[in-house]
């Protein structure tokens, strides 16, 4: 019962290949993100605010984050007033240890999970695994991710690549090898999937005494951790078991329950496209006979300072995850989630992984490319994360890092012609020349063009020498394209 | 008014006739167009590949080449939004650059905004007898946000007839490099963009910016969709006497 994981996925122009080959898939996200992105829209429009309110977000983040030592503090005094213990980790190996030493010594052999992108950027489960402990993810498409041994491809909707037929598939061959089976006879009626899973998760729910989750805030000022979620099944495992882990990222903070509100508005429309979502569940330490006994907050760093260090790049760590950009994303929309090789994917992905893992590999390399920057998803980020900007950041970082090759030295070329109009000039008199000698499927790079386009016809001469004719009282005025 | 043209690189080489067009459109108008040949490139493709320093060395020259204008047109979007967006974030902090592509950078304007905003004009006097449906490109949409100035200008142009775009704001996937580097990405949102563009039978998309309507242009011929792309600027420019697609 492995979980599977991103660690040697192909790079982005690979992957992508055979995403946009694979017409199901294709057809599912289109569904998926369109009907989202729909909602999303409605709610965003009917606010007359909303631009102030996204003000408001991007600002109250970049306050907390240029202050973000001085908060952390207060958020490790206030948490540790309320009974709760605060673990710090510098890196993802130092998380896993940390929640797999507290696991351990509680005796316990299983935990029950709250969906959190966190601990699926450290990969705890594997780490759990290899210790003995079984982690069961309890959100109901996390559940579909797990027991299809599979990745998930969205924040929101991790199965959003899965339709309910293989849904209804993946419950009746695997869920009796990780607890209560599927009913006899389950088909892919949503209603009678929803209650397989309820009656699956219920037993997880009542037996098992450690959860481990993340948060989407925690509120500095009183040490208070929030969870937003739509199936109460988060709620389950905040408040059942005896002691609760939770592992979030240091820029998830803001400092106060005014601060707090901003984010309250923002997320449930941008995220699943409500007003306010089902269920918010905020915990403070622990209370005496009231939920979980045990609380442990692990703080994880994980590239965020190095990011924070970076004036262009920091602004990835405003990011929510509330997954607008996602959804509305023409590239993600063709490719899903898997082909970005990353815990993060889309444009969130194309920005914060290369950051939180070093431009080091192909997949981290290969990200910042992998989008038109036709901007879209700037203008729906509730916090106003000027994506392509940062793209274009990352892209300058790869470009600097590289080595001379073919690519380095076209672009040296273009720009030695492009800087002198008189090579320019000679560069179109030449291209004119060669006018209806240009083949119409064009060797080496120049393929990726033609496989699927025409290329243009060239002019018989470019505009410059129209121009100069004309103004010399020539023949100026008609001529054919 | 003295309007300075900025053709671009790609109409200079490719698309001339956009730039005829634009001559003869504000002429028309009775402005007085000035072209100079110092001009090149605005570095656009450098810098959205990566290549900071040499779109920096090809901002150097645009600035020096236009900061006299009064008003510099660009009839591509993406350009424009080039110039005016990126140009001021693009010199070192305090350079020369800074402040001159700053400086400059509001008086230069895409077709559309320089015929509506500044010279006040929606009706052009064109004449284009043809269905027409618009793509308004990112650029256009979310950089320059020209709303609905395009659309202003087509409705008032005698003979055409305008129909909506399913799926308008969406991107065709040109992207620049990003149409080579990721080919099979650019390749299905250039296919969708065609289909719904062939979905409204139109028998032209129009654009404010030809790299994308190569782009569109180059997969509607390859799939046969017997649809043509066309400039703005060739539509306004079209009259009775002179009319574009003769």
Known sequence: MSSATFVGMPAFPDAARGATADAQLRHNLRKATGTIRGKRGEVVEELDDWSELREAGRAIKDRTLRHLDRYLETLEESVTAAGGTVHWAADADEARAIVTRLVRATGEREVVKV?????????????????????????????????????????????I???RAEIGRIFRERMGAWGVPAPEGLGDDPRELAEAARRHLRQKFLETRVAVSGANFAVADTGSLVVLESEGNGRMCLTLPETLISVVGIEKLVPSWSDLEVFMQLLPRSSTGERMNPYSTVWTGVTPGDGPQEFHLVLLDNGRTDSLADEVGRQALRCIRC??????????????????????????????????QGLQGPVEKALPFASSLCGAC???????????????????KVVDGKRPGPEKAAMAAAEWVLEDPKRLHAAQRAASALRGAVPRRLPGPGAAWTDTRDVPDVPERPFRDWWRDRSRGGRGGEERR | MRIALFVTCVNDTLYPGTGRAVVSLLERLGHEVVFSEEQTCCGQM??????????????????????????VVAPSGSCAAMIRDNYPRLGEHGSRLQRAASELAPRVYDLSELLVDVLGVTDVGAYFPHTVTYHPTCHGLRMLRLGDKPYRLLRNVRGLTLVD??????????????????????????????????????????????????????????????????????????????????
């Open chain 2, 165 to 246: 775009l399913p799926g308008a704001a969406e991107c065709c996937g040109f992207g620049g490099t990003f149409a080579v580097k990721n080919p099979d990405v650019s390749a299905a949102m250039g296919s969708d963009k065609a289909r719904n563009a062939a979905s409204t039978g139109a028998e032209v998309l129009c654009a404010v910016d030809n790299s994308c309507l190569m782009h569109i242009g180059g997969t509607l011929s390859r799939e046969r969709a017997g649809m043509r792309v066309v400039h703005l600027a060739e539509i306004l420019a079209s009259t009775e006497r002179e009319p574009a697609l003769a």
């Open chain 1, 323 to 356: 997954s607008a950009c996602l959804n509305i994303c023409p590239v993600y929309e063709r490719t899903g989630g898997h082909a970005y090789g990353s815990v993060y994917p889309g444009p969130i992905g194309a920005i914060l992984t290369p950051q939180l």
């Open chain 2, 46 to 71: 450098h810098y959205n590949s990566g290549y900071r320093r040499d779109a920096q060395r090809l901002a150097v020259r645009f600035v020096r080449t236009f900061e006299d204008a009064d008003a």
């Open chain 1, 161 to 163: 690549h899965r339709n």
């Open chain 1, 378 to 396: 700037y203008e729906v980020c509730p916090v106003a994360i000027d994506i392509p900007e940062v793209l274009v950041h990352l892209r300058e």
């Open chain 1, 115 to 159: 969906k959190s992108m966190a601990t699926q950027e450290i990969e705890l489960n594997n780490a759990l695994e290899a210790e003995g402990i079984t982690a069961y993810e309890t959100d109901l498409a996390e559940l579909i991710v797990q027991l299809g041994e599979d990745l998930p491809s969205h924040f929101l909707v991790p199965a």
